[in-house]
């Protein structure tokens, strides 16, 4: 019977706190301007910015220690100053993780850079066993505005 009343005590409490979160809900989100029949759009302010074009060729090989991948960029737009880039991947036990610098390429054509997979400080190094494929975004900066490159490459 003790049994009977402890699990109907919980069940009620279960009930209780599913009533709370839907009024909660309710009270926060309630006040909408749509009229009946509309559905919401989200729209973002930001103008999109164009790709470069083919002229630019980008390699990123992993190296064979797995400690590293080499970034490679050739055919750097004519006047661009500057180069971010943003190198994302998943490791095991660490989830999500990656790499932003951004650079001064002024009067370069090309870009080279072997890239750490992982955090150094004094010396040490952590590596991270990376399990996914490598997402690289960069963004190339100039007197012709901003231009992008996006791809995924693999991990092995």
Do not use: H
Request: aromatic share 6%.
């Amino acid at each position: 019977m003790k049994n009977l009343l402890n699990g109907k005590k919980i069940v009620i409490a279960g009930v209780v706190i599913v009533i709370l979160l839907v009024g909660g809900v309710m009270l926060l989100g309630g006040k909408s301007s749509q009229k009946p029949g509309q559905t919401e759009t989200s729209i973002k302010n930001e103008a999109a910015i164009p790709t470069v074009d083919s002229s630019v060729k980008v390699t990123l090989e992993p190296l064979p220690s797995g400690k590293e991948v080499f970034l490679t960029v050739k055919g750097i737009p004519s006047g661009t100053k500057n180069l971010e880039y943003e190198l994302s991947y998943d490791a095991r036990n660490a989830g999500p993780r990656g790499v932003l610098t951004q650079i001064d390429v002024s009067g370069q054509d090309s870009y080279e850079k072997k890239i750490t997979l992982g955090t150094c400080s004094s010396g040490t190094c952590i590596y991270d066993d990376v399990v996914s494929d490598f997402r690289l975004s960069l963004k190339f900066t100039g007197g012709y505005g901003q231009r992008i490159f996006e791809k995924d490459f693999p991990r092995k």
